[in-house]
């Protein structure tokens, strides 16, 4: 059931209950080779000391579909549409190309048609170049989060079938060798590990949301020893890992107090999902509570002014700008069990998923997509869906 907050939350939605990838070269149509010209010089060169065979995949799903969507994703061609970037730069390098290689499976992997994908900070981040020391080679189908079907299995996958409905970030390390096929296209292979069954109740666009945002939230939680009975303040909660924080703070890891910071138009909101005191930045400065807390949980860059309201021995989650001790950064780390761990909470409506009002944007707004993230101003998270 979606639910719309009223009032001043009425621009946000909820929703209640409704490892290092292949070098390999992506295949091109004719219709993105000028921009591409000298990085497949490059990918030729590293397709030379790597030899392999072109990316082909043939899949046909024999299990039964398990919804509409596994029935239109039954078997899978050679080629997909996607979209890629071969330089790194601003949203002007995202192409659309209609002739991509289908990425071929490791024994690990499941072949996944892809019916929903999110898009995160760190995709922007990577397509400019940010990481460009520790990233896979170029060109890139970007895209972290996925939401889709299982249409085909490695040797080696012990539990998902074809036909299985899943959702995960498919990334083991962010910034670390993240794959040359991302799931801004029609297909993307994953790791069965990194992957869960998506909740019975919630639909691929708010599955695909979740995987990202809903990890780092969880392991920045688990990193500061946070339980039951402690108080968290949340820094840019109205964002994706930021209503997340909340709602696992209180409902899964049992706070004693959430108090957490946003503009004026989304305090109704914040309190929906669980906070105890929402702070209007606009109008008064978080220092000047009256009451510190075990945890700060700074998504927006303020731990020079977050470590002013910590208790003795606690500590700050720093997600972004300078860390100041006793603050710490993470990146986070995907983990299919952890999806599962959180299943129950998302299927009893106590966790719920957040798409921006402005999405889901259709599969031929990618660029928009970025541009919009790429403003800050986006609540939850920025969806693309359908995809073809």
């Known amino acids: 059931m979606e639910a719309i907050l009223t009032s001043a939350a009425r621009q946000l939605t909820t929703f209640h209950s409704s490892s290092s990838s292949s070098s390999l070269p992506l295949k091109f149509s004719s219709s993105i080779a000028p921009a591409l010209r000298h990085t497949r010089k490059k990918a030729v060169a590293a397709g030379r000391r790597n030899p392999a065979a072109p990316l082909r995949v043939r899949a046909s ?3 039964a579909p398990a919804s509409a969507e596994a029935a239109k994703a039954a078997g899978a061609p050679g080629e997909m549409k996607a979209w890629v970037y071969g330089e790194y730069g601003g949203v002007d390098v995202l192409k659309f190309d209609p002739k991509v290689s289908v990425p071929e499976l490791k024994e690990d992997q499941v072949l996944i048609k892809v019916v929903a994908a999110a898009l995160n900070p760190v995709d922007a981040k990577r397509r400019q170049g940010k990481f460009k020391a520790t990233d896979s080679p170029l060109p890139t189908v970007p895209g972290y989060d996925v939401a889709g079907v299982v249409v085909k299995v490695g040797s080696q996958v012990k539990e998902l079938k074809e036909g299985n409905e ?3 970030n498919i990334n083991e390390k962010a910034l670390e060798g993240p794959k040359q096929f991302g799931s801004f296209a029609e297909y993307t292979a994953v790791e069965e590990k990194l992957l869960a069954l998506k909740p019975k109740n919630i639909d691929f666009a708010q599955a695909a949301g979740l995987p990202l945002a809903i990890e780092t939230a969880y392991e920045g939680l ?3 020893g946070f339980s039951a009975g402690k108080s ?6 109205a964002g994706g890992v930021g209503s997340l924080v909340i709602q696992l703070a209180k409902h899964v890891f049992g706070a004693s107090r959430v108090a957490a910071t946003s503009s004026t138009g989304k305090l109704e909101f914040l309190k929906s999902l669980g906070a105890d005191l929402a702070i209007d930045y606009t109008k008064e400065n ?5 009451e510190n807390f075990d945890v700060v949980y ?8 977050a470590v002013k309201v910590i208790k003795e021995g606690g500590i700050v989650v720093a997600l972004t700008g300078a860390v100041v ?6 990146v986070v780390t995907s983990n299919g069990e952890v999806l599962k761990k959180l ?3 998302i299927e009893s409506g106590k966790v719920k998923p957040i798409v921006d009002p402005k999405g889901p944007f259709p599969f031929s707004q990618v660029a928009e997509a970025f541009s919009y993230v790429e403003t800050n101003r986006a609540s939850g998270k920025v969806v693309i869906h359908p995809i073809p």
């Open 343 to 345: 299943n129950p909470y």
């Open 232 to 237: 968290i303040l949340v820094l840019g909660s």
């Open 298 to 305: 700074d998504a927006v860059g303020q731990c020079d002014r």
């Open 61 to 63: 799903s024999q299990a």
């Open 325 to 330: 001790p006793p603050g710490f950064r993470f």
């Open 222 to 224: 688990e990193r500061t």
């Open 286 to 290: 978080f220092e000047d509570l009256p």
């Open 166 to 168: 899943v959702y995960g």
